[in-house]
């Protein structure tokens, strides 16, 4: 079993920066697949980014690309999203995943295993 705690949500203004992040817990990760997704009010749940957490690949989504950075750190146990240029459409409750490494990184919720409680993220006007 894997559990994950996500941390570091909170208001911003428009343009600001912030980073997330994600404390893995409860067995080793290093063949899994680890992502961020993100969920608005009255919106499906949607990719943001993931990471081999072995190394190597990384997936982002168009919408944040140039903008966003995931990361881990092995000796933490812990991934990272950082935000840039942060826009009010990013607002949402943001969820740390994982699965079993697969051939091609996933960009489909039903295809993670593993969630944590979610952070909310507001970014204001």
């Known amino acids: 079993q894997v559990q994950l705690v996500e941390s570091g949500g909170g208001l911003v203004q428009a343009g600001d920066s912030q980073r997330l992040s994600c404390t893995v817990s409860?067995?080793?990760?290093?063949?899994?697949?680890m992502g961020w997704f993100r969920q608005a009010p009255g919106k499906e749940r949607e990719f943001v980014a993931a990471?081999?957490?072995?190394?190597?690949?990384?997936r982002y989504a168009d919408s944040v690309k140039g903008r966003f950075t995931i990361s881990r750190d092995n000796a933490k146990n812990t991934m990272y999203l950082q935000m840039n240029s942060l826009k009010p459409e990013d607002t949402a409750v943001y969820y740390c995943?994982?699965?079993?490494?697969?051939?091609?990184?996933?960009?489909?919720?039903?295809?993670?295993?593993?969630w944590g409680q979610g952070t909310q993220v507001t970014v204001s006007s």
């Open positions: 995943s994982a699965t079993p490494s697969k051939v091609v990184v996933p960009t489909a919720p039903k295809e993670y295993d593993y």
């Open positions: 409860g067995r080793t990760v290093s063949k899994y697949i």
């Open positions: 990471l081999r957490w072995s190394g190597g690949s990384t």
